[in-house]
């Protein structure tokens, strides 16, 4: 019962809320001192997974989630750049057919950072005291020398299908909705300087709107770059 | 899972309806826990334990017919192929893609063609030795099972069970099977929520929380069946292959190799135990006396395998100290020194004991029993790998180990410089291990020579920062 009653405060919430929300924002102590200022970022490849939850049982949704990483990544671009002023600028990641090896790089990366992330969100308050770092291996992309810092984006998300979700209001149980979680590391050496976790209720697939507002409530704390 | 139909439901309904609504809610209770407990009985598990499995089935599952579900699950792992290559997480070596198909195609019977498959094989870039197949054909076999297994009888053996999975339809059927079990829970929830706050709501609310576990719990892997049908089989196709089919067993005892003690059991898994397997498989076998391979020729064998793929094992054992999983980096290299002990076998033997650091080369018995293992695992989700070297190197046993591995590393990373045609890499190991030890001066030469024999590495910019850091420090 307590189960049950937890959803349905986060659906209140959620609602009262706009249909999204923030669960936290944590800043390296180097950010909130200004010693480090982020001014052009690159984003790495989104990795946001939705399913279809149906009553007979979860139905991947790969095509979908392809489409909701690539629109994560625009959107976030757009929010940094209109609401931080944070560049981003085009990875030098490489095509498929690009150097294997640098292709190998990116991706060890990439899973690096999916090797940190429990431990991130297991103590998300720990950013702010510098805890978490991904090492100097973030020399390795061989990023262009003005960038500042990484974003990586992971997220998860579900889809109700129209039975499912006559039951999940019959019965009781999760919502739609799409959590996503993101970090920015810091492209000289590796720290993590922000973490960020928007959460936003409803059909994930379709959310334009309701995803732009979750991001920009997701960089709120993030310092504001001052034209130069 | 016990299977509830709608009709079953209705009737349940109709003769609830006859009695009180106290009456009701004891009876539509007992007849759930009756539910629950049929198949939950001893007798329920032992029948399915021992259900019986056809020896030898047909190599094709000629009775399956393609149905909307199926599609859409095809059309899913058609994705899913494109997704891994583009994440870079195939590895793109070209002859190690040729290898592993030369010896996934020569265990396909002759003249076989099925609807919807084409066959490729891959190798993925992930240091956990493991090995699927989705339902298009597409066989994936790890770099750490291809590092770790002994020779190419053991990569038949692997590549025999997953062409099982894929001719006799096993991921569409599992598929239907979950499917219908979903269904099940749904309906039991929605029971359940007839009378929330009596017996019966908490009961199969209980059953709702805990059934997708037990089912994810079968989603590690096909049916126990499935998995028995598949290993059989695979026998089977090794013998018209002409591998040696007693390789099948001695691949299931390579993967209850516990070297990073990371295998918990858990409480139900459909999967059939290791132990069981090899079990029935010897059994199985036993039958094929004749087709036991000489000892010599397997050791023939043994060196033809880590001839093809030395340089997938090197990329695995990089990919093993990245992921934190240093015991299993010094055994796989130490397989590559005892094979060949040139300079770049030495340096990744050398990089792996540097990566090994405080902790112990071989888990104690203690450290492998399940509980053990347990509060392992929970600690590795807390702490990173960084904290935990701190933890250790506050212990005098860890500072042992430290200082012996080091040692040791310091060694190798001197005979790899001092074996024929050295690679460079090694002046970059020896500069890392130098900067561990406040060795500052003797690691940015290191790194200088480094630098000066790779111009074009791909790490130059890193290791350029750190001889400057290193620089800065000593002014």
Redesign the interface.
Request: aromatic residues 4%; without cysteine; positive net charge.
């Given at each position: 019962?307590s189960?049950r009653a937890f959803m349905l405060a986060l659906v209140v919430l959620l609602t009262a809320s706009g249909s999204h929300s923030v669960r936290g924002q944590f800043l390296h102590p180097k950010i909130k001192s200004k010693e480090t200022t982020i001014r052009s970022v690159v984003v790495m490849?989104a990795k946001v997974n939705v399913v279809r939850d149906s009553?007979?049982?979860p139905?991947?949704m790969?095509?979908e989630s392809?489409d909701l990483s690539a629109r994560v990544e625009t959107m976030l671009t757009e929010v940094l750049l209109k609401q931080k002023h944070v560049k981003a600028v085009p990875t030098t990641a490489p095509s498929?057919d690009g150097d294997?090896?640098?292709?190998?790089?990116?991706?060890?990366f990439?899973?690096?950072f999916d090797?940190?992330l429990?431990?991130i969100i297991?103590?998300r308050s720990d950013v702010k005291k510098g805890?978490?770092?991904m090492g100097?291996?973030v020399?390795?992309l061989?990023l262009d020398k003005d960038t500042d810092a990484v974003v990586f984006i992971r997220g998860e998300g579900k889809k109700l299908s129209s039975g499912k979700t006559a039951?999940t209001l019959?019965?009781?149980g999760v919502p739609a909705y799409l959590r996503l979680q993101i970090g920015i590391v810091d492209a000289?050496n590796g720290e993590v300087l922000l973490y960020t976790d928007p959460i936003l209720a409803g059909d994930p697939t379709t959310a334009v709107d309701r995803l732009r507002k979750a991001l920009e409530k997701g960089f709120k704390k993030l310092p504001e770059v001052k034209a130069q | 899972m016990t299977k509830v139909t709608i009709p079953a439901l209705t009737w349940l309904y109709k003769l609830a309806a006859m009695f009180p609504r106290k009456l009701t809610t004891s009876i539509v209770a007992a007849l759930c826990l009756c539910f629950i407990f049929t198949s939950l009985s001893p007798i329920a598990l032992a029948q399915k334990k021992t259900a019986p499995v056809e020896a030898t089935p047909p190599p094709v599952n000629e009775q399956f017919k393609f149905g909307e579900v199926d599609l859409?699950i095809l059309n899913?792992a058609d994705?899913?192929d494109v997704?891994l290559?583009?994440?870079?997480?195939v590895l793109?070596d070209e002859a190690t893609n040729s290898y592993l198909y030369r010896v996934g195609k020569s265990l396909i019977p002759k003249g076989l063609t099925l609807e919807r498959v084409n066959w490729t094989f891959r190798a993925l870039?992930d240091p956990q030795p493991n090995a699927f197949a989705l339902p298009n054909g597409s066989i994936y076999v790890t770099t750490g099972l291809m590092a770790l297994i002994d020779n190419e009888s053991q990569l038949a053996a692997v590549l025999a069970h997953e062409l099982t999975h894929v001719m006799r339809r096993h991921t569409y059927l599992q598929n239907r099977s979950?499917?219908?079990?979903?269904?099940t829970i749904?309906v039991m929830?929605?029971v359940g929520?007839m009378a929330?706050l009596s017996v019966v709501g908490a009961v199969i609310?209980a059953v709702t929380?805990v059934a997708p576990f037990i089912?994810i719990a079968t989603i590690y892997g096909y049916s126990r069946d499935l998995e028995r049908e598949a290993d059989l089989k695979g026998i089977d196709m090794m013998i018209s292959a002409e591998y040696a089919p007693e390789e099948m067993v001695n691949v299931m005892k390579l993967l209850d190799k516990d070297i990073e003690g990371e295998n918990i059991r858990l409480f139900y898994n459909d999967h059939p135990a290791l132990d069981e397997r090899i079990k029935y498989m010897s059994s199985y076998l036993g039958g094929r006396a004749d087709k036991v391979t000489h000892q010599m020729e397997l050791n023939r064998e043994r060196a033809a395998y880590f001839r093809n793929i030395e340089s997938v094992m090197r990329h695995d054992i990089q990919?093993a100290i990245?992921?934190?999983r240093a015991r299993s980096a010094v055994y796989l290299a130490q397989r590559l020194v005892d094979f060949q002990a040139d300079s770049e076998n030495l340096f990744w033997l050398a990089e792996s004991y540097r990566a090994l650091g405080p902790r112990t080369q071989q888990l104690t018995e203690k450290e492998l029993t399940n509980s053990a293992k347990k509060d392992a695992s929970k600690k590795r989700?807390?702490?990173?790998i960084?904290e935990e070297e701190r933890e250790l190197l506050a212990t005098p046993a860890g500072q042992e180990n430290s200082q012996k591995h080091q040692q040791m590393a310091e060694d190798l990373y001197k005979r790899a410089l001092n074996a024929e045609n050295p690679v460079p890499v090694v002046h970059r190991g020896l500069g890392m291990l130098y900067e561990k030890l406040g060795r500052g001066s003797d690691a940015a030469a290191e790194y200088e020579k480094y630098l000066e024999l790779s111009p074009a590495a791909?790490?130059r910019?890193?290791i350029q920062?750190?001889i400057e850091a290193l620089k800065e420090k000593q002014k």
């Open positions: 019962m189960g490849p009553m007979k049982g139905e991947g790969a095509a392809d498929a294997p090896q640098q292709k190998y790089n990116v991706a060890d990439q899973t690096k090797a940190l429990p431990k297991k103590k805890r978490f770092t100097d291996e020399l390795n061989n039951f019959l019965v009781g000289r | 859409e899913q994705l899913l997704r290559q583009r994440d870079g997480l793109a870039r979950l499917r219908k079990k979903f269904l749904n929830a929605a929520s929330p609310m929380t089912m990919l990245n992921a934190g989700e807390r702490r990173t960084e791909i790490d910019g890193r920062r750190r």
